[in-house]
């Protein structure tokens, strides 16, 4: 069939449809050649028409197809040298996805033919391969952008105000009974009322969704009968996942995840992507041609400077995306820039951002990516997350991200999990952690909001887990137990695993709630996983990144009703007073027109802590006074309310310890709003000078009322 065909523009990247016809570009610099191959079906395993490229406008090929139309099925291949000791992996025998499609129909069909070399040579990957891999590769899509957005908004929740929920598509809905099974584990699931109930029920203004970007499933997990279950090992960044579809592969994904968006944009939900821009699926000089390799490899990746045939990893994956080069970074910007203004997306959370800001071998915060970031008008506006590290020398970066960017605090994390464990010389750190780790924030004019705290995240112990197992229990990995942390950084109440002991299940609650409430009364963003809020088990597995199956997914039926209303509690309590979401640092000093500073630390004598009880080993328990006079919040009316002052009592040690309340000037009449030893206060009333005894291991809230105070913030 003859085609018609036309120069076209170089601009935008990718496939456009304009309604009349179909302009496909591609940017291959080192290239020689480009042909376009048209596929009539995602089960078509030779091309219908082959079309070469003879336009080329600066580095980008570019052609212009009339009547052709969304849902057309289609991929490169592209001509160059052969020299990978030079960088350059070009073989026209392997069909490669576009790098910008906005769709691809279907997962890879591992077969020897995807790799551009012989598998099995001698010279391994200096050999060349003849075989054709066009029927074991999905094939791109040209999508219709159209999509009736109604009088869709981005809630745009300040950070203050935020709560972080971490989930998996498929692990939140799979096993949800009020979800149809037709579509469990997909975008619609997500946006079902019976997932965005949850989600309000619970009080959360964000999910964090782990990688929907279209991914590769490792071929050495396939062959042992698992599959990459996180997603980390992307290889479509403009592409929904097609694995998350429950409405089609030709642009259906598309459709439904901006209909997922629609959804928890009415509810006042953000939507948060995690996304990995660090690396590719392509792994090593050993891996698969894809796309970016094929394309051109030296245009995309890191190479090593005197031996071009290998990557530089700084992901642990075999590669990493070269973000010094112009035409990566443009990549990188054009796809967010794509999940803002047509997918609609509130934020991202960059996986090994670390790896981002490397110029060389050192992480420099000034590189190339992040002043385009600062000063693109788009990206800028949305919530930017950064993990603050990768394997890399120099990699752990926590404090150290430019101002605009919040990151997962991993100190934050450590630290309170040694804090309850009953670690030594803890409390010094805790009071930094709590207040929003001023430590590593405070200096670069940064705000509390820059943390986010989290316990726990998809990669370790769920929050039941780090208090049942003293051992990680990978085996279902093939492994034989030896992935994951090697540490379990929390204290096990007890008999490792299941158990019928009532003590020890007990204890596990109450460490539990321990950590719930020490997250949620944090200064800072908190983040919780989805599941932790009803005790979420995974076996003791602490690195499922392969379960896609009962060990990962949410057992709805099985849920901690209990526990879920004490976080449903506690998260609402947190969104009520803005004491425990503050904007600005704690002074330590008076609040402007009261006598009292706004926090201060006490002793269990009822004085507060010098300098040198910071520094007792043996401490491990303390108390705050948070003051509310200074700060307020909006009444139904608009009217400003001021808060109510508090006084948290964390004592981490085994035994019981005597409080005595701190003298009348802080307040003169306290009640007992939480006491995590048990699931309901007693909300008794105590007053200024009063002996209260806390339980071990047990966080006890005591609230005062600041009536008739004018706010002063």
Not at 322 to 340: E, F, G, T
Request: with cysteine; hydrophobic share 35%; net charge negative.
């Amino acid at each position: 069939m003859k085609i018609i065909t036309y120069p076209g523009k170089p601009y935008p990247l990718g496939a456009t449809w304009d309604g009349e016809g179909v302009n496909f570009t591609l940017y291959a610099d080192n290239a020689t050649g480009v042909e376009l191959c048209l596929f009539d079906s995602p089960e078509a395993t030779a091309e219908s028409n082959r079309i070469k490229l003879y336009e080329r406008s600066h580095q980008v090929w570019h052609i212009y197809l009339p009547g052709v139309k969304p849902g057309q099925l289609y991929g490169y291949r592209v001509h160059g040298p052969y020299e990978p000791q030079n960088g350059h992996r070009f073989n026209p025998n392997k069909l490669l996805l576009d790098p910008y499609a906005k769709a691809i129909a279907g997962v890879i069909d591992w077969h020897d033919s995807l790799f551009a070399y012989e598998v099995g040579h001698p010279d391994e990957d200096l050999s060349y391969s003849e075989t054709d891999s066009a029927p074991y590769i999905p094939k791109s899509v040209v999508v219709d952008n159209n999509f009736d957005w109604e009088d869709d908004q981005l809630p745009r929740t300040p950070y203050h105000q935020s709560v972080i929920y971490e989930a998996h598509v498929r692990g939140l809905t799979m096993q949800h009974p009020e979800i149809p099974e037709n579509i469990r584990g997909s975008y619609a699931a997500i946006g079902h009322p019976a997932i965005i109930k949850h989600l309000q029920d619970l009080g959360v203004t964000a999910i964090e969704l782990m990688p929907i970007h279209q991914f590769v499933n490792d071929r050495y997990l396939v062959e042992k009968g698992l599959r990459n279950y996180w997603g980390y090992n992307s290889i479509g960044f403009f592409a929904p996942d097609v694995r998350y579809s429950s409405t089609g592969v030709t642009g259906g994904q598309v459709s439904e995840f901006k209909a997922m968006v629609k959804e928890l944009h009415k509810a006042g939900i953000e939507v948060i992507l995690d996304v990995v821009y660090n690396h590719t699926g392509e792994g090593n000089q050993m891996g698969p041609t894809l796309s970016f390799k094929g394309v051109d490899n030296a245009s995309y990746y890191r190479l090593v400077d005197d031996d071009k045939r290998f990557y530089m990893d700084y992901t642990g994956t075999g590669n990493t995306l070269n973000a010094m080069l112009p035409n990566v970074l443009r990549y990188i910007m054009d796809s967010l820039r794509y999940w803002i203004t047509e997918m609609h997306v509130d934020g991202f959370r960059f996986d090994l951002a670390s790896t981002l800001a490397r110029e060389l071998h050192e992480v420099n915060r000034l590189s190339a990516f992040f002043d385009i970031i600062h000063q693109d008008p788009v990206i800028s506006q949305v919530k930017l997350i950064a993990e603050p590290w990768d394997i890399g020398e120099g990699g752990y970066q926590v404090g150290k991200f430019p101002p605009g960017w919040a990151e997962w605090n991993g100190k934050y994390r450590d630290c309170i999990r040694d804090y309850w464990r009953g670690a030594d010389s803890m409390l010094g750190e805790f009071a930094q952690r709590f207040t929003g780790s001023p430590d590593l924030y405070q200096d670069d004019y940064r705000r509390p909001t820059a943390s986010i705290n989290f316990i726990t995240a998809h990669d370790g112990f769920t929050m039941h887990d780090l208090v049942s197992y003293n051992e990680k229990h990978n085996e279902a990995n093939g492994e034989d137990n030896n992935d994951g942390e090697s540490h379990n950084r929390s204290w096990n109440c007890g008999a490792e695993g299941e158990t019928d002991d009532k003590a020890v299940l007990e204890l596990r609650a109450q460490q539990k709630r321990n950590f719930l409430s020490t997250l949620f009364l944090s200064q800072g963003v908190p983040m919780l996983v989805a599941g932790d809020e009803m005790g979420r088990t995974q076996g003791g597995n602490n690195n499922a990144y392969c379960q896609d199956n009962e060990i990962s997914w949410l057992d709805w039926e099985n849920a901690d009703t209990d526990l879920l209303k004490f976080t449903q509690k506690l998260i609402h309590f947190r969104k009520e007073h803005p004491n425990f979401r503050r904007r600005r640092w704690f002074q330590g000093q008076p609040v402007k027109g009261q006598e009292l500073e706004d926090v201060a630390w006490f002793l269990p004598e009822g004085t507060e802590m010098s300098e040198e009880n910071w520094s007792h080993d043996f401490a491990k328990s303390l108390a705050v006074f948070l003051n509310g006079k200074g700060i307020h919040s909006l009444g139904p009316k608009g009217e400003r309310i001021v808060d109510d002052s508090y006084y948290l009592i964390f004592n981490a040690f085994h035994d019981s310890i005597d409080y005595k309340l701190p003298s009348e000037k802080f307040g003169h009449t306290w009640k007992v709003i939480m006491d995590t030893s048990a699931y309901e206060a007693d909300g008794n009333t105590h007053h200024a000078g009063d002996t209260i005894t806390v339980q071990g291991r047990t966080v006890v809230l005591l609230q005062h009322h600041n009536k008739h105070e004018k706010p002063t913030d």
